[in-house]
């Protein structure tokens, strides 16, 4: 996917705009015409399409279907959902992840984390639970994004550029990191720090506004080290 803001607002403005829906009905409901989306018999059945095509089949067919329940989890939706069978990582239930995310191998995407379309994770970066991850964001391997941090995105406006986080990099726990910043390869954002400007590598940032307070030496490193037996498939 490309990472130009001009082209991901294309593909949203001219993409068919979807409502899916899940239906569970019962009735007389041999004879409907449910355009192949329906599994079941006569009497009991499922329905999975376009809420629209259902509204149809429904004011058509009121006297067969006797009761149905509706499952409806998005409204007039511009991009599907990531095809998650296609990454080599380790994804949790309920993370939110769109269509045109790239997500390198042995990568861990946890519970709750939502990632917009055009990021990019890189191999063995652990996304943890909450995390929101904006459209157009770069981070780089060997990466912790802590719980309920928010890396900003950037489709609007459109002079912002992304964030771009770069390797073996720890970003604490609730901590945001605005538009156009980059994070230098080997730092550390403490927890809650809000980051407004670049953090140089190997630097050590905290507060809100962030400033750097230290270079990272081996103590930190040692209260920072990653387990690879987290990332193993």
Known sequence: MPQDYEVIAQLIKTSRKKTPVKVYLSGKLSGIDWKNSFFGNDDFGIYIGEWQEFSEILSANAQKIKHYCLENSCRNSALPIADYKAYEARIEPGAIIRDGVKIGKNAV???????????????RTMIDMNCVI????????????????????????????????????????????????????????????????????????IGSPARVV???????????RLLAELREL
Do not use: C, Q
Not at 114 to 119: K, P, Q, R, S, T
Not at 150 to 177: F, K, M, Y
């Open 214 to 224: 230290k270079k990272v030496d081996d103590a930190v490193k040692d209260k920072t």
């Open 109 to 123: 995407v946890l519970m709750g984390a939502v990632i917009n379309i055009g990021a990019e994770i890189g191999e």
């Open 134 to 205: 904006g459209a157009r964001a770069i981070i780089g391997t060997d990466t912790h994004i802590g719980a309920g941090a928010v890396i900003a995105g950037v489709l609007e406006p459109p002079s912002a550029d992304p964030v771009r986080i770069g390797n073996h990099v720890l970003v604490g726990a609730n901590a945001v990191v605005l538009e156009g910043v980059i994070v230098g390869s080997h730092s550390v954002i403490g927890a809650g720090s809000v980051v407004t400007k670049d953090i140089p590598d190997y630097s050590v940032a």
